[in-house]
């Protein structure tokens, strides 16, 4: 409650008092700790060098070393899910993120919208005399939000946050990545030719912003979520870091596994005696294709030497970041700060099993449902972590980096799916040093130890919203205790996109079903029990041994899922559930019209042209010199693009970067006021959901080429590579020009874009109109 005014107040100030106490801001304990979370994507525990890992982490290294290194560490599966779990404390379900933000389905627990009953860490320690900074991956916005005119409500500063630098959804390219600075969104300091990266841009912001807060209120604690692109997809690093670790994975990912387990054991991470488990343990009939494993001794040469690559430049990714992230230690240790900083340094579910048994060299075809291709991904093997390629590799790697464990990224109920590295470093706070720690956390955990640490409680009430109870338990008990200490935590439940487990009390149950599968039929899943307390790698299935254990284990799942909103589960395919109608801002509408100089649109907001015919109609007056991007949408790795070069008109849509480029192209163009355009018309599906029909493109009322033509059923990409008017932001969509490629020699007025039934030439007036042209 706020303070009253106690001063004096008379008719004159020379007889009055002054009280400040009722404006004073809120101050943090005296010693309070900055505190810094480190959130790397998509990393198995057995990827990392701290954990016997083949990638070598320095700075994670030297964390490490002075630190405290955890081995059962869990996060929910998947990107936004376990992120809203850093942010509010509270189950994923409970937050609304019971799936990533693009998956969103309409129920309590899979909204995407954060409930104003789980206020967030940024707010309270915002409440609590402390500056709030989060520098990277977001993915927690709703996708209909991401746009210049969108609701903020769930942006970073909105939730509790002075400062935002980075990008709003699930990934993006890290050579032009997509970026947002507090509520605005802008373009890269500087181009790759300059050397750009997104995780150099990233620790230099996160030290900016330090940097600042420190020279103006060096008293004043700091929080500072850093967030990077790595290890997410696309895998894209300086070749120098990637040369590294040239022939360092041609043993493969079978051998790997081996190798690395006893590294494990050799460094106390897993007991001696630990087994590996095999790498698909679903029944054949309920598996997901995707998911499967090639064995490594089945593969041809051209095989091995492509996926050895593709692990080589993860490799690099990851050790390029983490180099990044040293600059931002050394700068905290270089002013002082690093002694009294509470270091979180983890990743948010297991290696990510998104590349297909093949790997790929687009990211985007997993996302599509589209199948990769061997020759093609052989084709770009040189070009592998370039801004040439959207690369990640195959399901092979996921599981070896996520060994011991079963399965990886999205399965919730194998240990592959959510237990990953977490390192702890804070020389002022924790004695012990370079020691491991057995405990049972979760990543809903952390922000309970935050406030433990701090010595603050979190609200009972916020904003006149009464707050749901936090359910995390402090890891701070474990700081100073022994290694194998018992576990303070009782019970956690898992569940995403129709996976299902539960752990309680040192053994865990967990159900025999494959995500995104489209299966249903969650009544007939056969749950598996294991003892985790004796058998770390869920190797031995008890459930016949001790049924009663078992159905312990299940009654808890269910009041688990009942207090959180688990229900209803989703296992439907990917492209289903990216490609859901949501409620946007705007009412439904078949005509689009863009003008220039617009800030790139989110194709979250953009105009929706998959699977269905569509118009494009540009208007404009051209000089014999007129070239330049009309419209375009999306990248060299699926996208469309109208533009005019050496005097011709061109449309090319590429459909996910899989050469050759589906271009269409006019002849001379007469210098003049022109209508400009193309029509797709949908005739069929493909085997994969694509849209195959035929292509028309137009110069004022006649058609000058025409031809087949497929298009995308999924989403150009999921980093919101934006529609442009005018000019081409980012990555190119067509190799046939060099961004940004910005319309000139003549005026345009505006692009028109329909999705109704009508004809071209029906549309070809009122478009003019409506663009108003002089």
Not at 253 to 260: I, Q
Request: aromatic share 12%.
């Amino acid at each position: 409650m706020p303070k009253e005014f106690s001063g004096k107040i008379e008719h004159d100030i020379r007889d009055s008092v002054p009280d400040w106490s009722p404006y004073e801001l809120p101050k943090a304990p005296d010693g309070a700790p900055n505190v810094l979370i480190i959130l790397y994507d998509d990393t198995g525990m057995a990827s990392w060098s701290p954990y016997g890992g083949r990638i070598d982490m320095p700075t994670l290294d030297r964390l490490a070393a002075n630190g405290l290194t955890y081995t059962q560490w869990h996060t929910t599966s998947i990107c936004s899910s376990t992120r809203s779990t850093f942010l509010t404390g509270r189950n994923h379900h409970a937050n609304g993120m019971g799936v990533i933000m693009e998956g969103t389905n309409g129920f309590p627990g899979y909204s995407g919208r954060i409930p104003a009953e789980c206020a967030t860490i940024g707010q309270v320690l915002q409440d609590n005399g402390y500056s709030t900074f989060w520098v990277g991956k977001n993915h927690n916005v709703p996708e209909e939000d991401i746009s210049s005119g969108g609701s903020k409500s769930q942006w970073p500063l909105a939730m509790g946050f002075d400062r935002f630098y980075g990008f709003l959804g699930g990934e993006t390219n890290q050579w032009y990545p997509d970026l947002v600075e507090d509520n605005r969104f802008i373009e890269a300091p500087y181009t790759p030719d300059e050397g750009y990266h997104l995780s150099k841009d990233l620790a230099d912001q996160a030290i900016r912003m330090i940097r600042d807060q420190n020279a103006s209120n060096p008293s004043k604690p700091w929080f500072t979520w850093f967030c990077p692109g790595a290890n997410h997809a696309p895998h894209q690093a300086p070749d120098e870091y990637i040369a590294k670790y040239k022939g360092l994975f041609d043993d493969g990912y079978d051998a790997y596994r081996t190798w690395v387990l006893g590294r494990m054991i050799e460094r106390g991470i897993l007991p001696a005696g630990t087994v590996l488990t095999e790498f698909d343990p679903m029944p054949e009939d309920q598996a997901n294709p995707a998911d499967h494993v090639k064995p490594w001794d089945s593969l041809s040469d051209d095989e091995k030497r492509l996926f050895s690559r593709m692990a080589e430049v993860f490799a690099g990714f990851s050790e390029y970041t983490d180099v990044q992230i040293g600059r931002l230690i050394d700068y905290l240790e270089e002013s002082g700060q690093l002694d009294n900083t509470l270091i979180f340094y983890c990743a948010d579910n297991g290696a990510s099993g998104e590349g297909s048994p093949d790997g790929s060299v687009n990211e985007n075809k997993f996302f599509n449902g589209f199948p990769d291709d061997l020759q093609e991904n052989l084709d770009k093997i040189d070009a592998l972590g370039s801004n040439a390629t959207y690369n990640h590799y195959p399901t092979g790697w996921a599981a070896a980096f996520s060994t011991p464990f079963k399965m990886f990224k999205r399965y919730s109920q194998f240990s592959g799916g959510t237990c990953d590295p977490m390192i702890i470093h804070w020389p002022a706070g924790i004695t012990a040093k370079g020691e491991i720690r057995h405990q049972y956390h979760h990543s809903v955990d952390v922000v309970s130890t935050i406030l433990d640490v701090i010595g603050i409680e979190f609200p009972d009430v916020y904003r006149g919203v009464k707050q749901r109870p936090l359910p995390g338990v402090s890891m701070k008990s474990s700081f100073d205790s022994a290694p194998d200490a018992p576990t303070e935590k009782h019970v956690q439940y898992y569940s995403m996109l129709g996976t299902r487990g539960i752990w309680k009390d040192g053994w865990k149950a967990s159900t025999l079903h494959a995500p995104l599968t489209g299966h249903g039929r969650f009544d007939e899943d056969t749950w598996e029990l294991y003892h985790v307390d004796v058998d770390r790698s869920e190797s031995k299935n008890l459930a016949a041994e001790h049924p009663e254990k078992l159905q312990e284990l299940i009654e808890a799942f269910e009041v688990e899922a009942k207090e959180n909103f688990v229900y209803p589960l989703d296992d439907r395919p990917a492209r289903e559930q990216l490609t859901i109608e949501r409620p946007q801002a705007e009412p439904p509408r078949t005509r689009y019209v863009y003008y220039p100089g617009t800030t790139s649109v989110p194709e979250s907001v953009a105009v929706n042209v998959r699977g269905r015919s569509y118009k494009i109609i540009a208007d404009v007056v051209i000089d014999d010199d007129a070239q330049g991007i009309l419209f375009a949408h999306g990248s060299r790795f699926g996208g469309h693009a109208l533009f005019i070069k050496d005097g011709n008109l061109n449309y090319v849509y590429n459909f996910l970067g899989i050469p050759p480029e589906q271009t269409f192209t006019s002849g001379k163009l007469a210098p003049g006021p022109h209508a400009l355009g193309m029509e797709f018309i949908r005739e069929r599906a493909g085997d994969h959901g694509e849209s195959i029909g035929t292509c028309k493109l137009y110069v004022d009322d006649q058609v000058v080429a025409e031809g087949p033509m497929r298009t995308q059923i999924g989403k150009f990409t999921l980093c919101g590579d934006g529609l442009c008017v005018g000019f081409d932001s980012a990555d190119a969509v067509s190799s046939q020009y060099t961004n940004p490629f910005p319309f000139s020699g003549g005026k345009l007025l505006g692009v028109g874009i329909d999705i109704s039934e009508e004809q071209y030439l029906d549309l070809e007036l009122e478009a003019l109109a409506a663009l108003a042209r002089e």
